[in-house]
């Protein structure tokens, strides 16, 4: 199985800051990563696909990047209604498989 | 407006069976792979299994901690996913989550969960 892990596990930031999460891969997995926003007691929703790829009606202030095993979520000029969890997938192979997530914090 | 929404979950005894479903609408739904995904109580995201199209004979794949005992099948006629889920353990609650397969194999909707909880 690819193991996916992200870092930080938690992070502090303040509204208007740049954020950067980072996701790696236990082996490569070309540019199938995709990143989703989870808030509290709601269903996921996805951000980003093929690494770098925005899905439709996503900001742009949400920008992702890498290829091969090492990859990054940037969030700009953060506000209130981006505090929440973030995780990063691989669909490269099966079994498909998410990092455990990144708390985003005020 | 794509929507997907999954109903069926309840509170189920260890071994026990349970069927959720995930009714779709606004997109073609014959036309998708579609997952369920899983996540416990103040855990993260766990894929659990996908089913393919009818061009791809339906064909399924699941994770390792439910082969066997789930099984993943669709009714295209009915816009219609299924998860059947027997020998449940207390390690199966969470919340399901059905999800679309988009056609570069990324996801790209989610519908809203159901919860699942084994307990005695």
């Known amino acids: 199985d690819i193991q996916m892990t992200q870092s930080p596990s938690s992070l502090s930031a303040s509204v208007g800051d740049r954020v950067i999460i980072t996701c790696r891969a236990s082996?490569?997995?070309?540019?199938?990563l995709g990143w989703f926003q989870q808030k509290p007691g709601k269903a996921p929703k996805s951000l980003i696909y093929?690494?770098?790829n925005l899905q439709s009606g996503v900001p742009s202030k949400f920008s992702g990047s890498g290829s091969g095993t090492d990859f990054t979520l940037t969030v700009s000029s953060l506000q209130p209604e981006d505090f929440a969890t973030y995780y990063c997938?691989?669909?490269?192979?099966?079994?498909?498989?998410f990092g455990q997530g990144t708390q985003l914090e005020i | 407006e794509v929507q997907l929404v999954e109903s069926g979950g309840s509170l189920v005894q260890p071994g026990g069976s349970l069927r959720l479903s995930c009714a779709v609408s606004?997109?073609?739904?014959?036309?998708?792979?579609m997952d369920w995904v899983r996540q416990a109580p103040g855990k993260g995201l766990e894929w659990v299994a996908r089913?393919?199209?009818?061009?791809?004979?339906?064909?399924?794949e699941y994770a390792a901690s439910v082969k066997g005992r789930f099984t993943i099948s669709r009714d295209d006629s009915q816009n219609s996913l299924y998860l059947q889920m027997n020998s449940l353990k207390t390690e199966d609650t969470a919340i399901y989550y059905c999800?679309?397969?988009?056609?570069?194999?990324?996801?790209?909707?989610w519908g809203q969960g159901t919860l699942v909880t084994v307990s005695s």
């Open positions: 082996q490569g997995i070309d540019n199938k």
């Open positions: 606004g997109f073609t739904f014959s036309d998708h792979y």
């Open positions: 089913s393919r199209n009818k061009a791809n004979s339906y064909t399924t």
């Open positions: 093929g690494a770098s």
């Open positions: 999800a679309r397969v988009a056609t570069s194999y990324n996801f790209d909707y």
């Open positions: 997938q691989q669909y490269k192979s099966y079994p498909i498989t």
